[in-house]
């Protein structure tokens, strides 16, 4: 596997290099401090299984740079923008544009290489706080009679969750494992699978991959994402 990672941070860059290494087989990574350099590398040999972007390192301009990256790159090529503080608008201003994905940079080592994996598989990946800020959205916005009549549901799938089930989905998405959801949410871990067996009754899916895809999406038909 092939990965270009460009951030301005010599340390962040050093401290995912190390940790692409250790999680993932067979995996080069190639880095940049800016996105010029960046674009030259993927000019030269345009054969990058992925390539992170930081969102405001120099000569990014907010998401020029990313559609500059999306224009230059392989369309086999996942490309996800990285930011160490970030807005619900930037996100969904990212994913139009069409990243694959946005990721935080304080997701933790097992985490972030869950969100990689989720991006090659080929799905999008989103912070999990997303979910939970957008919630309020899909259950009562002023477009609530608009989406009502949309045929998603009587709210949209995600709205028929629980507040509870919403964060154990939020947690899901980070790619967390059962014990650990439990243990931030203060919960038996059986208590999480309950409420994983509901969430997936209620998104009519029947896998973790599956639930956090189809939410997403529902948010999507919604517009909120």
Do not use: W
Request: net charge negative; hydrophobic share 40%.
């Amino acid at each position: 596997m092939r990965i270009l990672l460009a951030d301005d941070h010599d340390l962040v860059r050093e401290a995912l290099s190390l940790l692409f290494q250790q999680y993932f087989e067979d995996c080069e990574v190639v880095e940049a401090g800016a996105l010029d350099p960046a674009l030259d590398h993927i000019v030269a040999t345009n054969d990058f299984d992925l390539v992170l972007l930081d969102l405001r390192m120099p000569g990014m301009n907010g998401l020029e740079g990313l559609k500059r990256t999306l224009e230059k790159a392989a369309k086999t090529t996942a490309v996800v923008l990285l930011s160490g503080a970030y807005r619900s608008e930037d996100v969904r201003h990212a994913i139009e544009a069409g990243a694959q994905g946005f990721i935080p940079k304080t997701l933790r080592g097992q985490a972030l290489a869950n969100a990689i994996q989720l991006v090659l598989a080929g799905e999008k990946y989103l912070p999990s706080s997303i979910l939970n800020d957008m919630t309020d959205g899909i259950v009562g916005g002023p477009d609530r009679e608009k989406r009502m009549a949309g045929g998603f549901g009587v709210e949209g799938d995600f709205a028929r969750l629980t507040p509870r089930e919403r964060e154990v989905l939020a947690l899901l998405s980070e790619g967390r494992p059962n014990k650990d959801i439990a243990r931030h949410l203060d919960l038996r871990e059986i208590t999480v699978k309950y409420h994983l067996k509901n969430i997936y009754r209620k998104l009519n899916v029947s896998n973790r991959a599956q639930a956090v895809k189809t939410a997403l999406e529902d948010m999507a038909r919604s517009g909120t994402l």
